[in-house]
């Protein structure tokens, strides 16, 4: 299996700021990763896949980056609603997700 | 626009059968797309348990695949899943979500959009 390390595993941020995700991938896995943002008690919402298409609807603030085993997620300028847990997940193989990076209110 | 909706017991006895069923509303299985399902413990990351085509092709979790069973049916427009011989480690919310399949060195599932919105199964006594 494909192990998918995201750091850092929390964050904390304010309404403003520009935050970066990172996931990795333990081997390379060109461009096939997505990211999602899960709200409390919510299903997992497609923020980005192929590392850095936006999914349609998903605000512009977001963007993604990377290939091989290194990818990034950038929210540009935070709002109230970003807070939440974003997961990375490789298809590569059979599919695989990051342990989560909980971004929290400073 | 396409919904999907879990349902099936809450709670599970240990050993038994894990089944649900996934509802899918505003899109036709038969009209393309694999359906999946993916689980989520308490507090924990998410896991692909499997998927499966229209046509009942079946892709499984390796580490999950001697007790997986996915089915679809195509009449009542919904798919389902089993779990045998569970234990308390397979207390979860368990997901199911539309995808499209790539072929990198294998045919695998790529990304979930939709998802429904979960059910929590809890495996106890």
């Known amino acids: 299996a494909i192990r998918m390390t995201q750091s850092p595993s929390s964050l904390s941020a304010s309404t403003g700021d520009r935050v970066t995700i990172t996931c990795r991938a333990s081997?390379?896995?060109?461009?096939?990763l997505a990211w999602y943002q899960q709200k409390p008690g919510k299903a997992p919402k497609l923020l980005i896949y192929?590392?850095?298409t936006l999914q349609s609807g998903v605000p512009s603030r977001f963007s993604g980056s990377g290939s091989g085993t290194d990818f990034t997620l950038t929210i540009s300028c935070l709002q109230s609603e970003d807070f939440a847990t974003y997961y990375c997940?490789?298809?590569?193989?059979?599919?695989?997700f990051g342990q989560g990076t909980r971004l929290e209110i400073k | 626009q396409v919904q999907l909706q879990e349902s099936g017991p809450g709670l599970v006895k240990p050993s038994e059968t894990l089944s649900l069923t996934c509802a899918v509303s505003?899109?036709?299985?038969?009209?393309?797309?694999?359906w999946g399902w993916i689980r989520q413990p308490p507090g924990k990351g998410l896991e692909w348990i499997g998927s499966?085509?229209?046509?009942?092709?079946?892709y499984y979790n390796p580490s999950l695949k001697s007790r997986v069973t996915i089915s679809v049916d195509t009449s009542k427009n919904q798919f389902s899943l089993k779990l045998s011989s569970v234990t308390a480690a397979d207390t979860a919310v368990y997901y199911c979500?539309?995808?499209?399949?790539?072929?990198?060195?294998?045919?695998?599932?790529?990304?979930?959009?939709?998802w429904g919105q979960g059910t929590l199964v809890t495996v106890s006594s």
């Open positions: 505003g899109y036709s299985i038969s009209s393309g797309y694999y």
């Open positions: 997940q490789q298809y590569y193989s059979y599919p695989t």
């Open positions: 081997q390379g896995i060109s461009s096939y």
């Open positions: 979500a539309r995808h499209r399949a790539e072929r990198t060195t294998v045919t695998t599932p790529n990304w979930f959009d939709p």
């Open positions: 499966i085509y229209h046509s009942g092709s079946t």
């Open positions: 192929a590392a850095s």
